[in-house]
């Protein structure tokens, strides 16, 4: 009988915390916008501003006619912070059911976005 070290049990009960991250959902499928003009962007802000709870947010820029994800930029530093650590938050485009949604990547939050019109991306 062999005796195993919990170095052994801490490594195999560390990997089932990555099984949900794999998960994928059969009725998502990656998307991008119909557009990129103003009131598409002003659409997705609002959504996004809703996602995160904040009242004000920066996008990264990116061509968000082809892009399948888009990144928050985390609020700048304070009147006393010489610099910040604060890392931006990157959220999936995705047709879910029909319905325009981003999931945020790092939770898996999924945030219905009715207002924001959106197209499957080309593979």
Sequence with gaps: MTRRTPLV??????????????QTHADMTPATL??????????L?????????????????ADLATATHVSVLPPPPGEFETHSVAMPVVFDIVLDDGV??????????????PGLACRPAKG
């Design 9 to 22: 049990y801490m490594i195999a009960s560390l990997s089932l915390f990555a099984l949900p991250a794999c």
């Design 45 to 61: 802000k609002t959504a996004l501003a809703e996602a995160m709870g904040r009242a004000n947010i920066q996008i990264a820029e």
């Design 34 to 43: 119909t557009t990129d003009d103003a009131a598409s962007i002003a659409s």
């Design 100 to 113: 325009c949604t981003l999931v945020r990547r790092d939770t898996g939050e999924r945030h219905a976005a």
